[in-house]
C-alpha cells in the first residue's frame, strides 16, 4: 500500500500541475464590437488560457464554430442588426464624410451595447448573487462593458485589436503626442508642415471635446441604466484598468514609449498556424490559375456591394483586362457584368486561401489582421483603405515596402492595373514581405505567450497597480506643466519688471547727479 501511494500521489501531483488546474481562474472576456476582424484577433487568446486551465466566459458577436472545453460563449451576434439599423455599412463603403461616420458610429455602438448588456444572458451573469470571476478582459474600443468592473470588483485587461485611441494611452500615462502618434483615422505624413501639424492638434482636441461631452454621457446613461444609478462613471471606471494589451508591433507601427503594463502583441498572434483544406469551388479556382491569381477582399465593415457603383465599374473592367484568376469577396449572389475570371464568395477562408501558392497579390482594404495574414504568408499587397485605422495602416505598408497604398476616391482603370501589374512584377514587394515577416517573428517571446503571461501575472497578484504610471494621477495642468510655465512666467515678469523699475530709478538719480541745474541770473 505504501508503494501505491508513493507512485501514484505524486504523480496526480505532477498531472494536476501540467494540467494548471490548480492555478485555474474564472475569467470574464468582453469583445463587444460587432465585426469579425474585431474578433478574430483575440481567438488564439481564449484558446491557450482554456488550455491552460482556466474557465472562460466569452461575450461575443461571433462565436468560435464547435465546442471548446472551459470556454461558455455568450452569443451576441444579433448586436449586428442593430449597427446595420443605421445603415454603417452603407456609410463606411460611401462616405467621405469622417464626421458623420464618427457620429453615427457612436450611436450605432451604444445602442448595440445597451442591447448587449440587456440580453438575457449578460442579466443572468449581472444579478446572479452566486456568480463570481477573478479576472475581467473587455474590449476598449468603445469601453461600456467595463461596468462589469463594479459588479464583481475584479482586476480589468483592457484589449485592442488595433492601436489605441489616444485617449486610453493618455490614461495609461502613455506617450500621447498628436504629432507623432495621431488620432486614429487621421494621418500626419512623416515630416508634416506647420500646417499639417496644427491641424492634427486641433483634430485631437476636437475627438477629446466630443468625448468628454458627448460620447462619455451616452455610456454613463447606459451603465446606469445596465449597472444601477450609484455606478461610477466612465471615467472612473476606466481608472480601474491594471494593463493594457493592444494589437501593435514596433515592426508595423511608429514607435511609442509606453510603459510596463501596456503589452504589444502584434505580428500574427491571431494567426492560425495549421492550413485548413479551402472549399472544393475556391480550391480548384486557384488550382486552374496558372498564370496566377488575385484575392480581393473590401473585409468585413466595408461592403464591396455598397461601394459607389462608379469605382465597383472600375474594379470590373480592370479585372476584365488582367490575365489572372480573381477571386472576389462579393457579399450578393449576383455581380452584374462580372468577367469569366472573376469568381464572386459571399465568405472566404482567408487565411487559408492566402498560403495558395497561386495567390500573387492581396488587393484589401488595409484592416491590421488582414494585412499580418498576408505578411506571414509573404503575399504583397495594394491598399484601398476607408476608415479607421486602415488609411494609416495603407500609408505605413507603402513607406515600408511591402505594398502600393492607393486612393480609392481617386482610383481609375489604368492606375488601377498599372499598379496591380507593378506589385506582381516587380519582386521588390514580394522580398520585402519576407522580410518583414522575419522580423515579426525574430521575438524572444511571441503575442501570445506574453498575453497569456500577463494575463496570469495579474490574476496570480490580483491586479498590476504597481505597474501604474504615477502620472496617470496628475492633473491636466500639472501634467503640461502649466502650473509651473505659469509660475515661472509671473516670477520671471516680476524679475524682470522689477529689474527694469530699479534701473530707470537709479538712471533718474544717476542724472540728476550729473546734470548740473542751470544758475539763476
Known amino acids: ?96 464624410n469622417i464626421w458623420k461616420l464618427m457620429q453615427l458610429g457612436v450611436l450605432s455602438m451604444s445602442e448595440a451595447h445597451r442591447h448587449q448588456l440587456l440580453h438575457p444572458e449578460v442579466q443572468a451573469l449581472i444579478h446572479n448573487s452566486s456568480e463570481h470571476f477573478d479576472l475581467l478582459m473587455v474590449e476598449v474600443v468603445f469601453p461600456l462593458h467595463i461596468g462589469f468592473v463594479e459588479r464583481f470588483k475584479v482586476p480589468v485587461i483592457a484589449l485592442s485589436s488595433m492601436d489605441a485611441a489616444s485617449a486610453v494611452h493618455g490614461l495609461m500615462g502613455n506617450e500621447d503626442n498628436p504629432i507623432s502618434h495621431p488620432q486614429l483615422g487621421f494621418d500626419v505624413p512623416t515630416s508634416p508642415t506647420i500646417l499639417e501639424r496644427t491641424v492634427s492638434v486641433l483634430f485631437n482636441g476636437l475627438i477629446n471635446i466630443y468625448g468628454l461631452f458627448v460620447v462619455n454621457p451616452m455610456m454613463d446613461e447606459i451603465i446606469q441604466q445596465v449597472f444601477g444609478k450609484d455606478s461610477k462613471p466612465i471615467t472612473e471606471l476606466m481608472k480601474e484598468v491594471d ?60 461592403k464591396s456591394n455598397l461601394i ?93 515596402g511591402f505594398g502600393v497604398h492607393l486612393d480609392h476616391t481617386k482610383l481609375t482603370k489604368e492606375k488601377f492595373k498599372e499598379t496591380i501589374m507593378e506589385v506582381i512584377n516587380n519582386p521588390k514587394y514580394k522580398q520585402r514581405s519576407v522580410e518583414i515577416a522575419d522580423l515579426l517573428t525574430d521575438v524572444e517571446m511571441t503575442g501570445l505567450e506574453k498575453v497569456v503571461w500577463w494575463t496570469e501575472y495579474v490574476i496570480r497578484n490580483k491586479g498590476a497597480k504597481l ?28 524679475v524682470i519688471f522689477g529689474t527694469v523699475k530699479i534701473s530707470l530709478l537709479i538712471y533718474r538719480l544717476v542724472r540728476q547727479m550729473i546734470v548740473k541745474k542751470p544758475k539763476k541770473n
Request: hydrophobic fraction near 45%.
Open 1 to 96: 500500500m505504501y508503494i501505491f501511494r508513493g507512485l501514484v500521489f505524486p504523480s496526480l501531483i505532477c498531472l494536476w500541475c501540467l494540467t494548471g488546474l490548480g492555478d485555474g481562474a474564472r475569467i470574464l472576456a468582453s469583445i463587444s464590437i460587432p465585426s469579425y476582424s474585431h474578433q478574430v484577433a483575440y481567438r488564439t487568446i481564449w484558446k491557450e488560457l482554456a488550455k491552460r486551465g482556466h474557465d472562460i466566459v466569452l461575450l461575443t458577436t461571433d462565436p468560435m464554430e464547435g465546442h471548446f472545453d472551459k470556454i461558455r460563449q455568450i452569443n451576441l451576434s444579433s448586436s449586428y442588426e442593430i449597427v446595420e439599423s443605421f445603415k454603417v455599412s452603407t456609410v463606411i463603403s460611401k462616405s467621405k
Open 243 to 302: 494593463m493594457l494589451f493592444i494589437n501593435v508591433n514596433p515592426v508595423l507601427h511608429p514607435i511609442r514609449a509606453v510603459t510596463p503594463n501596456t503589452i504589444m502583441f502584434g505580428g500574427g498572434t491571431h494567426v492560425d498556424t495549421v492550413p485548413k483544406p479551402l472549399p472544393e469551388g475556391i480550391r480548384k479556382f486557384l488550382d486552374d490559375a496558372t498564370q496566377g491569381a488575385i484575392y480581393f477582399s473590401l473585409g468585413s465593415n466595408v
Open 308 to 400: 459607389r457603383d462608379e469605382l465597383r465599374q472600375v474594379f470590373i473592367e480592370t479585372f476584365k483586362e488582367l490575365p489572372f484568376k480573381i477571386l472576389w469577396k462579393f457579399e450578393n449572389e449576383e455581380l452584374p457584368n462580372k468577367p469569366d475570371n472573376v469568381m464572386i464568395q459571399k465568405w472566404v477562408p482567408q487565411a487559408d486561401v492566402l498560403r495558395h501558392p497561386n495567390i500573387k497579390v492581396f488587393i484589401t482594404q488595409c484592416g491590421l489582421q488582414s494585412m499580418e495574414e498576408a505578411i506571414m504568408n509573404h503575399i504583397p499587397l495594394i491598399g484601398l483603405p476607408f476608415f479607421a485605422d486602415q488609411p494609416a495602416n495603407a500609408i505605413m505598408m507603402h513607406n515600408k
Open 467 to 494: 505597474l501604474r504610471n504615477p502620472i496617470r494621477d496628475l492633473p491636466f495642468y500639472q501634467y503640461y506643466l502649466l502650473d509651473v510655465i505659469g509660475f515661472v512666467g509671473v516670477l520671471s515678469f516680476i
